[in-house]
């Protein structure tokens, strides 16, 4: 997991024109909440969080104006075409602390000989690990699975410290036949005239 320092400024302006002034200075505004404390509104060097975000569930350490604060990800939003920062929301953790993630699933291996489709159920799983210790992702082997074949939550193995935030029965993974296209009326008849 990645440990990334991030200098923040406080925020004294805020609405639509405040935060396009910010982003035209490559700033991006922010909010950091949790712990039952108020909300902190914060600018963003845009560049060095983008970097961040690259990472998934990545650990932020804030300095806001001298005071640090151990963040993660909660919430990010994107332009829809350029897909530049518009806004983040950071959620304030401590050491030792459980929280509840999404960590991405990846698969190893090849599936059984013939013509079967994987189909993702999920491509995150919700787990529950140490803030400190997040896992950047989770690996499914699906070597020799055939239709009809599933993978489950509870069959995934989990790095140490982590556990299922979801039901264990979850479909996760599963193996489909792949199926031919029916031929339309007009070949049907091509084929029967030949």
Same mark, same amino acid.
């Given at each position: 997991?990645? &440990?990334?320092?991030?200098?923040?400024?406080?925020?004294?302006?805020?609405?639509?024109?405040?935060?396009?002034?910010?982003?035209?200075?490559? +700033?991006?505004?922010?909010?950091?909440?949790?712990?039952?404390?108020?909300?902190?509104?914060? $600018?963003l @060097?845009?560049?060095? /969080?983008?970097?961040?975000? +690259?990472? %998934?569930n990545? #650990?932020?350490?804030?300095?806001?104006?001298?005071?640090?604060? /151990?963040?993660i @990800?909660?919430?990010?939003?994107?332009?829809?075409?350029?897909?530049? #920062?518009?806004?983040? &929301?950071?959620?304030?953790? +401590?050491?030792?602390?459980?929280?509840?993630?999404?960590?991405?699933?990846? !698969?190893? *291996?090849? #599936?059984?000989?013939?013509?079967?489709?994987?189909?993702?159920? #999920?491509?995150?799983?919700?787990? =529950?690990?140490?803030a400190t210790?997040?896992?950047?992702?989770?690996?499914? %082997?699906?070597?020799? /699975?055939?239709?009809? &074949?599933?993978?489950?939550? +509870?069959?995934?193995?989990?790095?140490? *410290?982590?556990?299922?935030?979801? &039901?264990?029965?979850?479909?996760? /993974?599963?193996?489909?036949?792949?199926?031919? $296209?029916?031929? !339309?009326?007009?070949? =049907?008849?091509?084929?029967?005239?030949?």
């Amino acid at each position: 997991m990645a &440990d990334v320092k991030i200098s923040a400024e406080i925020r004294k302006e805020f609405g639509k024109g405040a935060s396009r002034r910010l982003r035209r200075e490559d +700033k991006v505004p922010a909010v950091v909440y949790g712990h039952g404390g108020d909300p902190v509104h914060v $600018a963003l @060097p845009g560049y060095d /969080l983008m970097m961040a975000l +690259k990472n %998934s569930n990545v #650990l932020i350490t804030l300095d806001i104006e001298g005071r640090q604060e /151990l963040v993660i @990800p909660k919430a990010v939003q994107r332009e829809a075409i350029r897909g530049f #920062l518009i806004h983040v &929301d950071l959620l304030v953790v +401590k050491r030792g602390e459980q929280v509840t993630v999404e960590i991405p699933v990846h !698969t190893e *291996g090849e #599936l059984a000989p013939g013509q079967f489709l994987l189909e993702h159920v #999920l491509n995150t799983l919700s787990v =529950e690990a140490e803030a400190t210790h997040i896992p950047e992702s989770v690996t499914v %082997s699906i070597d020799g /699975l055939a239709a009809g &074949d599933s993978v489950l939550a +509870k069959d995934i193995p989990l790095p140490k *410290g982590s556990s299922l935030a979801i &039901d264990e029965d979850t479909v996760v /993974l599963n193996v489909l036949a792949a199926q031919a $296209a029916e031929p !339309t009326a007009g070949e =049907e008849g091509e084929s029967a005239g030949e």
